[in-house]
Nanobody, 125 residues
């Protein structure tokens, strides 16, 4: 059972940056496709970005493309989400997720088996 723990959320002004981290407990972390999703109040959980096991391939939601960067350090069992040029509409709880058999090209949250507890990101205007 993989445990995922996010950190790095907080309050930032529009145009600012934050870096989220997600640490995994499983020593087989390097085999997992990892993703980030977000959920605003009263809305569904939406795909943000994903990275395949080696870190060589990524996918982004159109709304964050060119502003966010997903990366991973398999030696540290950690995945990151660097968020730049933040906008008020990026405000949400951000969740880290992992899947052993899912495809990084999929945006479906049903592809992911393991989830973190979430970290709040608030962007003020």
């Amino acid at each position: 059972q993989v445990q995922l723990v996010e950190s790095g959320g907080g309050l930032v002004q529009a145009g600012g940056s934050l870096r989220l981290s997600c640490a995994a407990s499983d020593r087989t972390f390097s085999r997992y496709t990892m993703g980030w999703f977000r959920q605003a109040p009263g809305k569904e959980r939406y795909f943000v970005a994903a990275i395949e096991w080696s870190g060589g391939s990524t996918r982004y939601a159109d709304s964050v493309k060119g502003r966010f960067i997903i990366s991973r350090d398999n030696a540290k069992s950690t995945v990151y989400l660097q968020m730049n040029s933040l906008k008020p509409e990026d405000t949400a709880v951000y969740y880290c997720a992992g899947t052993l058999y899912g495809d990084y090209r999929s945006t479906r949250k049903e592809e992911y088996n393991y989830w973190g507890q979430g970290t709040q990101v608030t962007v003020s205007s």
